[in-house]
């Protein structure tokens, strides 16, 4: 049975018309299409759709033919669901797509569930502590090897930075940023420029100065857009930062002091004060 034919069948099951059981979740008209196998409704927009109406992610899947469960399990909406429930920090939703890879036939299925217990636990308080020490170990060794990221493993690695030191961090944040510096989502874009915050960090601590110019330049490149007004004037405060440790005028520690006014000025005195902690340690270094 295929995804179209069994949504079909809860559908009528639940005296439901199209437009009822689409709800606010997809227009009816192309809802009308995946029941008909015409069109391919995105992991996303399938997770959506069944909580909308009840129903269980792994009872669906479960039902499934097998074929069209491995060929769903093995498209890259798996990883955009993924990425859609950690952003949303829904910890039910991620072991609900546990599930659904736990019980397919995909070639990598033993990876597939290395990341996502990782994302589970970094829900909620991003904390990789709460993974055990192998599965640490294990991750640590594959996101170094990985050859060609995605957004979901870009995400992973983001979060996980403190696992490595600054030398393997600033091969990987290469590595990474080579990949991604000129994509235009939105998404990958304030991954991204998270990763070049935490780099320069990392820096500017081990008084590794000649190191941020790249990561720096990569920022630079990304335009400054609302979404991304934060992570930009975190990296305004460090740059200046950096620039001072070159040039000792004043200007830049000024202009340091006043972006970490507007963090706090933003709603986040918690995280300004941390910001102006390093900055206090750091900034005439």
Request: glycine share 4%; with cysteine; proline share 1%.
């Amino acid at each position: 049975m295929t995804i179209g034919q069994l949504l079909k069948q809860y559908r009528i099951e639940s005296s439901k018309t199209q437009k009822e059981w689409a709800g606010n979740t997809i227009s009816t008209s192309y809802y009308s299409k995946v029941e008909k196998d015409q069109h391919r409704i995105t992991a996303e927009d399938l997770i959506a759709l069944l909580r909308a109406n009840n129903i269980k992610l792994w009872e669906f899947f479960g039902k499934l033919s097998q074929e069209d469960k491995i060929r769903y399990d093995e498209n890259r909406d798996i990883g955009e669901a993924i990425n859609e429930a950690f952003y949303h920090n829904d910890k039910d939703q991620l072991k609900d797509i546990k599930n659904v890879i736990a019980n397919s036939e995909i070639a990598d299925k033993e990876d597939q569930l290395l990341f996502i217990n990782a994302v589970i636990a970094l829900v909620g308080n991003h904390n990789v502590e709460n993974l055990d020490e192998k599965d640490r170990i294990e991750l640590k060794e594959k996101i170094f090897n990985i050859s060609d990221f995605d957004e979901n493993k870009l995400d992973l690695y983001c979060n996980l930075m403190t696992l490595y030191d600054l030398d393997n961090n600033l091969l990987i944040s290469r590595r990474v940023i080579t990949q991604f510096r000129y994509s235009g989502n939105s998404n990958v874009q304030e991954t991204i420029l998270a990763i070049v915050i935490n780099i320069l960090f990392m820096c500017i601590e081990e008084n590794r100065y000649k190191e941020t110019e790249f990561f720096i330049q990569a920022a630079d490149q990304i335009s400054t857009k609302p979404n991304l007004f934060f992570y930009k004037n975190c990296i305004f405060i460090l740059k200046n930062i950096v620039n001072y440790h070159y040039e000792r005028k004043d200007e830049y520690l000024n202009k340091a002091r006043m972006a970490i006014d507007h963090i706090s000025s933003l709603g986040m005195p918690e995280y300004s004060k941390d910001v102006k902690g390093f900055f206090d340690k750091y900034g005439r270094n």
